[in-house]
Each structure stands twice: as structure tokens, then as C-alpha cells.
């Protein structure tokens, strides 16, 4: 028998990609399943449940977190942004092109995981070596790849954000 009641909800107020958002939900919802199933946005992926793939990447108030393990009453008052909206970003249309370039996809399962790290990477540093990419990327898991390629494509990316062949950088 389902007892839920509308007290048994929290009301919460955020900002997801830049759209404010009010609604009901439960105390022991987790962001990553409020995200998907409450407001549509299916670009994070549930995982684990574990917080150790980190196919559930979201950016919270500006850092890349794992949604499986935050709640989402703990996003109440934050500024939470997906994927799902990332395309005008710089590093994203980098890494995204890059990926597409070095075949650094399969099933893309943990591919939105693994931009959103990658992208975090790419803001604090432009021109991290193969063992700092692998180093940021370490909490993130991918079944198909083997992450050679995955590296390949972030210092991909690192090189066309610095450079292109005209010598500017790219928009953004």
C-alpha cells in the first residue's frame, strides 16, 4: 500500500540550466532521479547508484558532483546545470567535436559524465598533461573504450581550445 502524501514531499526552488524551477519532492530523491524523471532532462545517466561512474555528472554552483549522491532537496536555492544545455559552452564544443574525431565513444553511457569532468579539467587548466587528464577522469567509468582514446580526445580538445589553425582561440 503507497501512503504518500503531499506531506511527505519538500517543496525546493532551484535554477537548472538557467530556468528557474519549483516543485515537490521527496526527501530521499536523489538529484540525478529528479532531473531525469522530474523535469525530462535525460542527458545524466543513473549509473551505479553509487556515486563511483560518474555517468550521473551534474554542475552544481558551478563543480561537476555526483547526482546520484546528492539529494535533491540539498539543490534547493542552487544553480544546477546538465548536459542537456551545455552545447554553447567552449570546452563542451570541444570536447564533443574531439570525441566525435578520436572515437572516444561507444555507447555512450558515460559520455555526458565524462565531458562534464573533462570540461572542468579544460576551465582550471588548458593544457593539462595525459596523466592529470587521467588523473581528473579517474571517478569515471567506461565499459567500452579501454580510455585511451578518451585521453586522446581531451588533449584533442586541450590543443584546438589553444590554437586553431588561424591561430585564434575558439568562441566563447
Known amino acids: 500500500m503507497n501512503n504518500t502524501s503531499l506531506d511527505d514531499t519538500i517543496a525546493i526552488s532551484l535554477s537548472v540550466n538557467g530556468t528557474n524551477v519549483s516543485a515537490r519532492v521527496s526527501p530521499r530523491g536523489s538529484l540525478v532521479d529528479f532531473l531525469r524523471h522530474g523535469l525530462g532532462l ?12 560518474g555517468a550521473c555528472n551534474v554542475i552544481v554552483e558551478g563543480r561537476v558532483v555526483r547526482g546520484c549522491l546528492m ?9 544546477i546545470t546538465t548536459i542537456d ?3 554553447p559552452d567552449r570546452y563542451v ?6 570525441f566525435y574525431e578520436r572515437a572516444a565513444l561507444q555507447c555512450g553511457f558515460c559520455t555526458s559524465g565524462m565531458i ?26 567506461c565499459r567500452c573504450t579501454g580510455y585511451h582514446a578518451i585521453v586522446d ?5 586541450s590543443h584546438a581550445l ?5 591561430g585564434n582561440r575558439l568562441p566563447g
Request: proline share 3%.
Open 153 to 157: 580526445a581531451v588533449q584533442t580538445a
Open 85 to 87: 544545455s551545455m552545447s
Open 162 to 166: 589553444n590554437a586553431t589553425p588561424s
Open 42 to 53: 535525460t542527458g545524466s545517466h543513473v549509473g551505479c547508484e553509487h556515486g563511483v561512474c
Open 93 to 98: 564544443l570541444a570536447l564533443q567535436q574531439a
Open 71 to 79: 539529494l535533491a532537496v540539498q539543490a534547493d536555492g542552487a544553480q
Open 116 to 141: 562534464l569532468q573533462a570540461a572542468e579539467l579544460l576551465r582550471r587548466n588548458e593544457t593539462p598533461t595525459r596523466e592529470e587528464i587521467r588523473d581528473a577522469l579517474s571517478g569515471n567509468y
